[in-house]
């Protein structure tokens, strides 16, 4: 699966102060994608698994991220069968996605200690430290990772992020680039958006290299002003900037979803962060998990609704009797487990399904949604979408204001 060609299709500047949006067609060796779009992850593809109705899920890009910390990048660098245990865990995966024109596999080392969640104390350090450390061990992580990919046949070549000084990180992707091509391959390289060197990474990427798509690790507007600012200036440039790890909703914003309002900060494409295994912790405030221990609880079963852009308890959503009649009036399991619902909190089963079916509909919800957000990008209508949006112009006032003032 190559990607032969993007081009910019349409560039929006109606919405005051804010960066103008834009879709952009992504032409694949598989057929063509027009963003912004949403990604599924194999989280979402297992939860699929789990709701026993047929719910087609209809992505053209999908993304498989495996976390290393410290001891899996130990264990991956030192120990023979780890990584074709690993290779096992992606092919799975990549079956399960076989559908989509664009797949995308990423070996991300941690950049966060591991602790133990009752005391707090650091049980080890993250896996971004082994490979400071070790510039030895940091090339032969590269190398496996290139490796690997390539004898799985993957055509894109996923470059994660390794946090290293700006010099020593732009002679990294030179080498790496020249590396890839000589396999014939396409390389993918992902910045976190915290990374100082931020815009100078992403100009060589762009500028130099002429690289087709980009990957971002999702970092708060407010705490990375000057990257998104960065991206801004590429908005006329056929290159696609692939968000990843995007938090599933913002607390701090009425629970708007935060991928639908990365489109008008310079994204192209998103994928919603995945969960990682779940520690029963009193101070576990995790935003984008926040399952209660031994509970059943309804708190923890939200829905988008593409109406208001929010990511709402099943409770208190608004248009679950509209959903019901309008997404799924021929489908009688999801009809009668959503018209009933509150029998989840008291019956496992029945949470269980309800929980997985969440994040289901959330997906296909959103990409609908994206959807309808390209129609009026390609109208140059982008300032009407937002008016029809209250949460979303609410979370994008201080944006605007920072870039105006």
């Not at 109606?14 to 834009?22: D, E, H, K, N, V």
């Not at 992707?173 to 020249?178: G, M, Q, Y």
């Not at 087709?212 to 708060?220: C, H, V």
């Not at 801004?232 to 309002?261: E, G």
Request: with cysteine.
């Amino acid at each position: 699966m190559t990607i032969r060609e993007v081009n910019v299709k349409a560039i929006d500047n109606s919405a005051p102060y804010l960066p103008p949006t834009r879709t952009v067609e992504l032409k694949t060796s598989n057929g063509n994608i027009v963003t912004p779009v949403r990604a599924s992850t194999s989280y979402e593809f297992k939860k699929k698994a789990q709701v026993p109705t047929d719910i087609p899920i209809d992505t053209e890009i999908s993304i498989n991220v495996q976390k290393l910390n410290y001891k899996n990048l130990q264990n991956l660098l030192t120990t023979n069968g780890y990584l074709e245990n690993l290779s096992r865990k992606i092919d799975l995966n990549n079956r399960l996605e076989q559908y989509s024109k664009l797949r995308v596999s990423l070996l991300q080392p941690t950049s966060s200690e591991t602790r133990d969640p009752k005391s707090k104390n650091v049980i080890y350090p993250s896996g971004m430290t082994l490979l400071q450390n070790n510039p030895t061990e940091l090339i032969k992580f590269i190398r496996i990772v290139i490796s690997a990919q390539h004898l799985m046949g993957l055509d894109l070549i996923t470059i994660p992020f390794l946090d290293q000084p700006l010099e020593a990180m732009k002679t990294m992707i030179l080498n790496v680039e020249k590396t890839v091509e000589k396999i014939d391959r396409q390389p993918f390289f992902v910045i976190d958006l915290k990374y100082p060197g931020f815009s100078q990474i992403i100009e060589l990427l762009v500028k130099n290299l002429q690289q087709k798509i980009i990957g971002l690790i999702f970092r708060d507007y407010l705490k990375c002003v000057q990257s998104y600012e960065a991206l801004s200036k590429y908005v006329d440039h056929d290159v696609a900037f692939f968000s990843l790890q995007v938090d599933r909703f913002d607390l701090d914003h009425d629970n708007l979803s935060t991928m639908h309002y990365l489109p008008f900060l310079g994204n192209d494409i998103y994928s919603v962060v995945t969960p990682g295994p779940f520690i029963p912790s009193p101070s576990n405030k995790d935003s984008s998990d926040t399952r209660v221990s031994g509970v059943h609880s309804l708190r923890n079963i939200r829905l988008f609704d593409k109406w208001s852009l929010q990511v709402n308890e099943i409770r208190s959503y608004e248009h679950l009797d509209e959903k019901i009649s309008s997404e799924y009036k021929e489908d009688d399991i999801i009809r009668v487990m959503l018209n009933n619902f509150a029998e989840a909190e008291t019956d496992a089963r029945k949470y269980g399904m309800l929980n997985a079916f969440s994040r289901v509909d959330e997906l296909k919800s959103s990409l609908s949604e994206f959807n309808n957000l390209q129609r009026y990008i390609k109208q140059e209508s982008t300032k009407d979408y937002l008016e029809e949006k209250e949460t979303l112009q609410k979370a994008l006032r201080p944006m605007s204001h920072a870039r105006s003032a």
